[in-house]
């Protein structure tokens, strides 16, 4: 029994460092993939994608009835301004996601009494503009993501006009 103690411990003992290490590192990387591949129109820009389809996945398990908006972000050279407008009738929301993968923040268009509105993401000790609504973060990495409800697909071509008037970008004049 006593010449296995030892390689029974240190079996234990590197199974839960490696526990320990992959719930630690894999949210991180799971963002780090879902940042590549949705954000093709760059960084604190809002890009619209395509419907998702058989051959165009961007993210695990897209709905195929939701349109949807990405702007991965970069806080690190200051705050950012997401400018939501919700389209008249359909459901959408604004969710953001932290490095983690932590959601740090939704609204939907029944919270927003669908009115547009404006969130300033930063991230602590960053200055913001006064009277701005604040969303604070521990990461300067992530994304923020719309989601519309479609009632049909065919739809998207009449409301595309509306849902690219949300946008991402550098927030201005912090005070």
């Not at 908006?69 to 407008?85: E, K």
């Not at 983690?100 to 991230?123: C, H, M, Q, S």
Request: aromatic content about 8%; proline content about 9%; glycine content about 8%.
């Amino acid at each position: 029994m006593r010449t296995w103690f030892g390689p029974l411990v240190f079996g234990f003992v590197l199974a839960a460092a490696t526990a320990w290490v992959a719930v630690g590192a894999i949210p991180y990387a799971l963002m780090n993939v879902a940042i590549d591949r949705l954000g093709q129109g760059g960084v604190n820009t809002m890009a619209y994608a395509n419907l998702a389809n058989p051959a165009r996945q961007p993210v695990v398990r897209p709905s195929p009835d939701l349109a949807y908006s990405s702007c991965p972000y970069d806080l690190s050279g200051g705050p950012i301004a997401i400018h939501v407008v919700p389209v008249p009738d359909r459901y959408s929301s604004l969710s953001i996601f932290d490095a983690a993968t932590d959601v740090i923040f939704v609204r939907n268009d029944v919270e927003a009494a669908g009115k547009p509105y404006r969130i300033i993401l930063a991230r602590e000790g960053q200055p913001v503009p006064a009277g701005a609504e604040v969303v604070r973060t521990n990461h300067d990495h992530g994304i923020a993501l719309i989601r519309l409800l479609l009632k049909d697909p065919a739809e998207i071509g009449q409301l595309d006009a509306v849902r690219r008037q949300s946008s991402c970008a550098p927030a201005t004049n912090p005070k």
